[in-house]
């Protein structure tokens, strides 16, 4: 065969597919995961039982750490002393284990992260209850196979005398699987076994009653019951793990946050960095110091608050962004049967109970065939005392040991282990006393004998037996619970006084979209008046509020956004502000067109009313558009074809509405002629459009009241109507004529609105040569609806109105 022909042909995809098959398979059984009768990894069980096989145990001294990882890459774990270390420091770490199954001399690490001494320096030796996981291996109760060089033998599984899996938990991942097993509490875990041997077919409420949720080692609180019961019914679940935190009161009337616990395989140092960053970062006001005064008496992190800070709303601030409270999945997964499952917790209890009753099984059979064993002996020796002058007469006969040994079994029926019992007898034995001795040892081991044959003949005294066992474990060794279960998952409620300073800020809001935010002593500092603005932009909004404030800003394609004020860019009143698209993206042709501050939501009533280019209104309730999503602008209405929103209003659900038209029409009626619908809906029809007309504009207005109607023509009049002069009717009406129709060169409406008498608002257009004019429409002359009003541009050398819109005067929307 030549060198080549060695080597198969195999695609690439086959040869993969099968390498990573067989290394999947390794570490899913072999590395990462847990077994469910014992609850160890691989690495675990090795390094317990190569400290058992070298006697280092809980009742002989410490033991250099190096010596034991040396035995067990030697022995049993051929991998790199760190992983060993790693390990074998985590099962001695009691912020990690909640019943450590390791004692460590030394620095073992901490709940900071700070990793421990090298194991050159640390001592260690198993603690007391790993005594138990141990405890009977001797009897032959597990299998063994050969260690990796076929030099020794180690165990599958340990005979685990507790529920590790369960009392320590487990975390892992492997390819395709990883798991995430909590730890509970020795007492409960145990007396759920006791149950589920009794009551095998005991629900989850029956286990729950005993065994109420976790038990993490670093104590905190579980907040969801009904998590935890997902979890226990599926193996998997989602429950809320918050540390132990009390507000209090200092001297001069100050509070502090004492953090006394935190939640399990938390960092707490990088907890305390995190709060500090807030701090810092002014993410969240209230905040004066955070320090970490932890020391040997125990965990303690203090939070320092400012005077008047609303300690409540800080501390919920800290369990909703940090590590204080965090959310703990189950995923219940172990090795059952070598292959890795998903498994309840009564499965759980199931594997663990079927190993113990194989475990206990072994085991009092192995007493047993010991017992049988000396029976037999005892009762050669007693025969043997009863014959002994012949006994010596024929051994002193024979020629060496064997033929002694020989000459016993012919003579006198011996059995060849009652012989080799009777030849190695020490003389002293042959006492008188010895003969009562054996008779009693005799009757003891009959007693035995016949105990342990009713336990294997009987499930019932088995399970007494496990039972038994397991209750000298809980007496030895069940401690308090730790962590405290509340029912319900408490919703974080955080007012926005608790992460944003309050301050009054001038805001400004142009039609393109460039937004800011200004301090009012910016503002008051500066000379100029007008509002920096781009060529053909203008201000649609200029508002005082509070950086406690949101704003909704509306745009022409139908959509909105959500801006909360603190949120805004902080610039200078002479500075262009920042466009829109850096908090969220706008369409190509889309602009603003409407600016409303909210303050609260809850508090919000009245509706809001759109009207679109194309002849539609809507009416919604306001605090529909309480948006959770503030990254990207959201529907406010669906729009058909290439309608467009012309104008947004704020009403009180008792207002009119005037509707006016491109080609001069006007339209007045009530809003209760618009039904109320949802937020995304389309609307009805406000006004009945003649062929190429469209809505100008739409306005609302107290029903009370008598505004003057002004509106602007593309020829540059300028005209003010009085409301008097129309007649109010009902929805989807064409409306009536405000312009006198011409022949040539007919008025079109470009702008229009309704104008207060106390309001001395200037109306601002633009024309095609890009000059901008301001009109103040009321100290012009009111005219009849036929009139096409006074011209206050000449069009020939300006050219045609492009742009009208009423100029933003500086207001303050939430005055009480």
């Known amino acids: ?26 570490i899913i ?117 050969p260690n990796f060089d076929e030099t020794t033998d180690e165990p599958v599984v340990l005979p685990a005398k507790f529920p590790n899996l369960l009392v320590n938990g487990s975390t892992g991942i492997s390819a395709g699987y990883a798991t995430d097993i909590p730890p509970h509490n020795l007492e409960e875990v145990m007396d759920a076994v006791i149950l589920k041997i009794d009551k095998p077919e005991a629900s989850i409420d029956d286990l729950m009653k005993l065994m109420k949720g976790p038990d993490f080692p670093t104590g905190g609180i579980i907040q969801g019951v009904e998590g935890i019961r997902k979890a226990y019914e599926t193996g998997r679940g989602k429950i809320i793990v918050r540390g132990k935190a009390v507000v209090e009161t200092m001297k001069g009337g100050r509070e502090q946050i004492v953090v006394t616990e935190v939640p399990f395989e938390v960092n707490k140092a990088t907890m305390v960095k995190k709060m500090d960053e807030l701090r810092i970062d002014r993410k969240v006001e209230g905040i004066a110091e955070v320090r970490d005064e932890t020391d040997r008496t125990g965990l303690r992190v203090v939070i320092e608050l400012k005077k008047d800070a609303n300690s409540e709303g800080v501390l919920n601030y800290l369990y909703k962004n940090t590590d204080l409270q965090i959310t703990y999945h189950f995923n219940m997964v172990a090795i059952q049967d070598k292959t890795p499952k998903l498994l309840s917790l009564p499965s759980l209890l199931d594997a663990y109970i079927a190993h113990q009753k194989e475990v206990v099984t072994r085991q009092i059979t192995y007493d047993l065939n010991k017992a049988n064993a000396r029976a037999h002996i005892v009762e050669g020796l007693i025969k043997a005392i009863s014959i002994l002058d012949e006994l010596i007469a024929t051994i002193r006969a024979s020629k060496d040991k064997g033929d002694a040994k020989a000459q016993i079994k012919a003579k006198y029926g011996f059995t060849e282990e009652q012989a080799e019992a009777i030849v190695m007898l020490q003389l002293y034995r042959l006492t008188n006393t010895d003969i009562v001795e054996l008779e009693k040892e005799a009757a003891e081991l009959k007693e035995k004998i016949k105990e342990y044959e009713s336990i294997l003949s009987s499930d019932k005294k088995l399970f007494q037996t496990i039972k038994k066992e397991l209750r000298q474990i809980k007496k030895k060794f069940a401690d308090p619970r730790r962590t405290v279960i509340e029912e319900k998952i408490e919703e ?96 190509k042709e889309e602009y603003l067109i409407q600016c409303m501050p909210v303050r609260d939501f809850k508090s919000a009533e009245g509706y809001l009313i759109f009207f679109t280019k194309n002849g539609m209104v809507k009416r919604s309730e306001f605090q529909l558009y309480d948006a959770q999503r503030r990254s990207k602008a959201l529907i406010a209405l669906n ?178």
């Open 492 to 587: 974080l409620k955080i007012n926005i006084e608790v992460t944003v300073a309050s301050e009054d800020v001038l805001v400004s809001v142009t039609r393109d979209g460039y937004l800011k935010r200004t301090s009012l002593r910016s503002y008051a500092a500066s000379n100029e008046e007008e509002l920096p603005v781009k060529d053909d932009d203008y201000p649609i909004s200029l508002l005082e509020v509070n950086t406690t404030d949101n704003l909704l800003l509306f745009t022409n394609k139908g959509k909105y956004i959500l801006c909360p004020v603190h949120e805004l860019p902080d610039i200078r009143w002479k500075d262009m502000g920042q466009h829109i698209s850096n908090i969220v993206p706008l369409d």
């Open 29 to 145: 059984q072999d590395r990462a995961l847990p077994d469910a009768r014992d609850g160890l990894k691989p690495v675990q069980r090795r390094i317990l039982y190569a400290m058992h096989m070298e006697r280092n145990t809980h009742d002989k001294h410490f033991r250099k750490s190096a010596k034991t990882v040396g035995t067990v890459i030697g022995n049993y774990h051929p991998h790199g002393d760190s992983s060993v270390y790693d390990a074998m420091v985590r099962l001695s770490q009691d912020w990690k284990v909640r019943n450590g199954l390791i004692e460590m001399h030394g620095n073992n690490g901490s709940i900071d992260g700070d990793p421990p001494a090298a194991m050159r320096y640390t001592e260690a030796r198993l603690s007391s209850i790993s005594a138990e996981l141990l405890r009977d291996i001797d009897k032959q109760t597990v299998d063994y196979i």
């Open 639 to 816: 729009l058909k074809g290439d309608d467009e929103v012309v104008h947004v209003s704020h009403t009180n659900g008792n207002m009119d509405v005037f509707i006016a038209t491109y080609k001069g029409y006007g339209l007045w009626y009530h809003e209760s002629e618009i039904s109320v619908v949802g937020q995304r809906a389309a609307g009805v029809k406000s006004v009945s459009l003649k062929d190429d007309d469209e809505v100008v504009n739409g306005q609302v207005f107290d029903d009370l009241s008598e505004p003057s109607l002004a509106l602007i023509t593309q020829r540059g009049s300028c005209k003010r109507m009085k409301l008097k002069d129309f007649e109010k009717t009902t929805r989807a009406k064409r409306g009536v004529i405000m312009l006198r129709e011409l022949k040539n060169k007919a008025h079109r409406v470009k702008g229009f609105f309704a104008l207060q008498d106390h309001d001395g608002q200037q109306i601002c257009f633009q024309t095609a040569n890009g000059n901008t004019h301001e009109i103040v429409p009321l100290t012009l002359k009111a005219t009849d609806r036929y009139n096409n009003g006074s011209f206050v541009i000449d069009t020939d050398h300006e050219g045609e109105v492009i742009h009208v819109w009423k100029q933003a005067n500086y207001e303050k929307p939430f005055d009480e």
């Open 1 to 26: 065969m030549s060198q080549t022909e060695k080597y198969l042909d195999l695609p690439l995809e086959e040869v993969i597919g099968d390498r990573f098959g067989r290394y999947s398979k390794y």
